[in-house]
């Protein structure tokens, strides 16, 4: 099981391929919250994303011999373009498994790298078989968006600079998909300051996490929906045990909610933050949770996002 030396050895491994991305104040957001809030801005990581770090890692974790083969993924989205740029850093062939109904976007980004992408049906058992059958002829090792170790660790990096930064955190809150961001702040957190309180937000319509971290089962994702679709995926295997022992509180937010801070975000602070990376700020700030006093880290995951394509506001 990944631990605290996992992820200061991956941050070691992987410091030449990332960007020690910045930690911010809003002045504003502060007094909204009334708390010392210090946003992880993962927008303005390499390929635009806090998953450059785990496939960093994941990539320059394997031997000579496996590189050699290539790696392959399935991911419609940051995943598949962090790790087509980890593999052309190393210098391998990177497969990569896109559902015929990724964003025309992503696509371009996945080809920018250099990854090799084979299209298919847009449901996780085609994704699997495909990306099986590309391991069966390439060789190529797996690295999965989120159900792996070395994903694990390398994402674990961002809540590792957090807390070198700002070492004296209450509360550190991440958004949560298939859990390999949540799980890796998690075990860092705990770690390195075991009082701290460790949260995670995910939307009401996509809530797999919520309700597997409270019945102590893991329940798959079944039909999930949310502006947020860099969340929409069941958590892994490997990271509900992780999140069950070492995760404090999960809450639950609104698209309207999310929409809103994805522009207050913008037109307040000039940030441009993917629905995804706004969850948890989207959650404190809509169920209203005292915090007065509190120093709080919250990872901003992604800035992969055209505003023109966020829904119109609620009324």
Excluded at 173 to 183: A, E, K, Q, R
Excluded at 231 to 243: C, D, E, K, V, Y
Excluded at 250 to 275: K, N, Y
Aim: net charge negative; glycine share 8%; aromatic share 4%.
């Amino acid at each position: 099981m990944t631990g605290i030396t996992d992820i200061k050895a991956a941050h070691a491994r992987i410091a030449d391929h990332i960007r020690r991305t910045p930690v911010m104040r809003v002045a504003a957001l502060d007094e909204m919250l009334d708390a010392a809030v210090y946003l992880k801005c993962e927008q303005v990581q390499e390929a635009g994303a806090f998953k450059s770090r785990g496939a960093c890692n994941a990539v320059f974790s394997l031997s000579a011999a496996e590189a050699q083969r290539g790696v392959v993924t399935h991911s419609s989205g940051n995943h598949a373009a962090a790790l087509s740029r980890a593999a052309a850093r190393r210098g391998i062939p990177a497969y990569i498994v896109m559902p015929s109904t990724a964003r025309p976007q992503k696509v371009e980004a996945v080809r920018g790298y250099g990854g090799v992408i084979t299209f298919c049906e847009p449901t996780l058992a085609d994704r699997e078989a495909t990306a099986a059958r590309i391991m069966a002829e390439t060789g190529a090792t797996l690295i999965h968006p989120y159900d792996d170790d070395r994903i694990i660790a390398g994402q674990g990096t961002a809540a590792l600079e957090l807390l070198q930064d700002v070492p004296d955190l209450d509360l550190i809150i991440t958004p949560v998909g298939g859990g390999g961001l949540l799980s890796g702040t998690a075990i860092c957190a705990k770690a390195c300051r075991p009082r701290i309180q460790v949260w995670a937000a995910e939307p009401r319509g996509a809530d797999d996490a919520y309700r597997s971290w409270t019945s102590g089962e893991l329940v798959p994702a079944v039909q999930p929906h949310s502006v947020a679709d860099g969340l929409l995926t069941s958590l892994g295997t490997r990271n509900f045990p992780i999140i069950r022992r070492l995760v404090d509180n999960i809450l639950l937010t609104d698209d309207a909610e999310i929409v809103r801070m994805v522009r207050w975000l913008h037109d307040e602070a000039q940030l441009l933050v993917e629905p995804s990376g706004v969850v948890g700020l989207a959650a404190l700030v809509e169920r209203g949770v005292s915090l007065r006093g509190q120093r709080v880290g919250a990872i901003l995951s992604g800035g992969n996002f055209d505003l023109a394509d966020l829904p119109a506001p609620a009324p």
